[in-house]
C-alpha cells in the first residue's frame, strides 16, 4: 500500500513553505532508491551516493482542501541541507521568471538591453502574445522570435560551446564584457534555414540561457543596472515559493555534496553549465508550491502563486500542446497525466528529475484510491553513467508506486521531452 503521511501540513488557503522536511518512514520507497542507487553506482561505488528522493502528496479529502504530506528518503548521509547541482532542472525556474515578470506588469522597457550588443528582448504582452519576443541580431540580420519559442526550444536555436556558455550568464551573474558576448552570439550555430519557428522541439541550452539572460535585468526600486540572473529570480520567484536565496543560487558552496562524473570520479562543484544550485528544503518548496497552486487554481482560489503555477505548466504554443515554459507533459502508466523536468551536469556529476501529477481540484488520480496529487524530486550525484538509469527512472517508479500500481505490470513513463536522457 501506499505510505502513510510522514508530515502532514494544514490545509492551505495560502500556500505556507516548509522550513523542515523530516526523512520518510516508507520501506519500500526506501527499497526501491536503494535499488536504483545499486543500478546507477554499480555495486562498488554505491558507498559514493547522496542519492535522495522527496516525496509530495495530496490526500482526497471530500468537500475539503487536500491535506498534503512531504518527506525525503536519502541513500546515505543527507539532509535537507545537503546542496546540489540542478543542471537543467534550472529552467523551471527561468520559465517561472518568464511567467512572473510578466505577471507583475513588466513593460517593454524593463526588458530592453541597450547596452549589449546583439541582444534587446522585448516583454510587454502575455507570455503567449504575438509581440512578446527576443530580437536576436549576430550579423546585422535581425530574426524575432517569440519568448514562448525560446521557452518551449521551438525558437530554432542551435547549440553553444560549453566554453561559452556560461560567460556572464550562470557564473557568477553581472555584465558580461563585448567580447564575451560577442563570443557568446557568433560561436553558437543559428538553425534559420529550414526551420519554422514554434513548430518543432529542439533542445537548446543555448536559447535557455539566451531567455534567461534577457530576463535577468532587474526593474524594480533600488536596483542596479546589472544582468544577474540570481537577483532577477530572488526579487520575481524564490520568495513566491518560500525557497531560501541563500541557498538556492548559482553559487551556493555550503553543505554541498561531492558530484561524481559517468567514471565516478569526483567532479568540481564549479565550472560550466551547472545551472542553479539547491538543497532538499528548498527543492521540496518549489514541489508543495506548484501542487498547490495548481490546485489552488483548479479551486478557482486566484492568487500570485496560482497563476504563476497555472500559466508555467500551461502549453502556450498549440502546435506544441506537451511543451509548456520548461516543463514537458507526459503519463505516467499510459493513464495518469503529469508535468516534468529533467536535468544532468556532466562537469559537476549530478543529475535530477522533478515531476507531479496534477490532477483535478476534488478527484483522486486515476487508479489512485486516496491522492488527488503525487510529486517527486529526484537528485542524483553522479552524472547518468552510459547504459546506466535516469533519475526519472526512480522517480517513476515512486509514482507508480504511490498510485498503488504494480512496477512490473503497469507501464512506466510517457513524456514527450526534447531532453529525457542528456543536457
Known amino acids: 500500500m501506499p505510505p502513510d503521511a510522514d508530515q502532514v501540513l494544514d490545509s492551505p488557503g495560502n500556500f505556507q513553505p516548509v522550513s523542515e522536511v523530516p526523512q520518510g518512514t516508507d520501506s519500500n520507497i526506501q527499497n526501491l532508491l536503494t535499488s536504483y542507487v545499486e543500478r546507477a553506482f554499480g555495486s562498488s561505488n554505491i558507498s559514493l551516493s547522496k542519492t535522495a528522493a522527496i516525496v509530495c502528496t495530496a490526500t482526497h ?51 530592453y538591453t541597450p547596452n549589449v550588443a546583439g541582444v534587446n528582448a522585448l516583454l510587454g504582452m502575455p507570455p503567449n502574445a504575438e509581440g512578446s519576443q527576443l530580437t536576436y541580431d549576430t550579423t546585422k540580420n535581425i530574426y524575432n522570435v517569440l519568448l514562448t519559442q525560446l521557452a518551449t526550444h521551438s525558437a530554432c536555436f542551435g547549440e553553444i560551446s560549453a566554453t561559452v556558455m556560461n560567460q556572464g550568464l550562470y557564473d557568477g551573474g553581472g555584465n558580461p564584457s563585448d567580447d564575451q558576448i560577442q563570443a557568446w552570439l557568433s560561436s553558437a550555430s543559428y538553425l534559420p534555414q529550414g526551420c519554422q519557428l514554434g513548430q518543432k522541439s529542439t533542445y537548446s541550452n543555448w536559447g535557455f540561457i539566451t ?58 562543484a564549479t565550472g560550466l553549465a551547472h545551472g542553479l544550485h539547491s538543497n532538499v528544503t528548498d527543492m521540496s518548496n518549489l514541489l508543495l508550491g506548484y501542487m498547490t497552486g495548481i490546485n489552488q487554481y483548479q479551486s478557482q482560489s486566484r492568487n500570485p502563486l496560482s497563476d504563476l503555477v497555472y500559466t508555467a505548466i500551461t502549453p502556450p504554443l498549440p502546435t506544441l500542446p506537451n511543451q509548456a515554459y520548461a516543463w514537458s507533459l507526459g503519463k505516467v502508466g499510459k493513464i495518469v497525466p503529469i508535468v516534468a523536468k529533467n536535468g544532468l551536469t556532466n562537469e559537476q556529476g549530478f543529475a535530477a528529475w522533478i515531476a507531479f501529477a496534477p490532477g483535478q481540484s476534488g478527484a483522486l488520480l486515476p487508479r489512485s484510491n486516496q491522492y488527488e496529487q503525487v510529486g517527486v524530486v529526484v537528485l542524483v550525484n553522479r552524472a547518468t553513467s552510459p547504459g546506466g538509469p535516469a533519475p526519472s527512472v526512480l522517480g517513476t517508479d515512486i509514482l507508480t508506486y504511490l498510485l498503488g500500481q504494480p512496477l512490473t505490470v503497469w507501464p512506466g513513463l510517457e513524456i514527450d521531452d526534447p531532453e529525457i536522457s542528456d543536457d
Request: aromatic share 12%; hydrophobic share 35%.
Open 211 to 268: 531567455l534567461a539572460f534577457a530576463l535577468s535585468r532587474p526593474s524594480y526600486p533600488g536596483a542596479s543596472d546589472i544582468f544577474n540572473y540570481d537577483p532577477a529570480l530572488q526579487h520575481y520567484v524564490l520568495p513566491t515559493f518560500g525557497i531560501d536565496p541563500e541557498t538556492t543560487n548559482t553559487n551556493t558552496q555550503a553543505n554541498f555534496v561531492q558530484g561524481y562524473n559517468k567514471a565516478a570520479n569526483p567532479a568540481p
Open 61 to 111: 479529502q471530500p468537500n475539503q482542501a487536500p491535506s498534503y504530506a512531504l518527506s525525503y528518503y536519502a541513500a546515505d548521509a543527507v539532509s535537507p541541507t545537503s546542496v546540489y547541482c540542478l543542471g537543467s532542472v534550472t529552467k523551471v525556474f527561468t520559465g517561472s521568471l518568464l511567467v512572473a515578470r510578466w505577471l507583475s506588469g513588466d513593460d517593454t522597457s524593463i526588458m
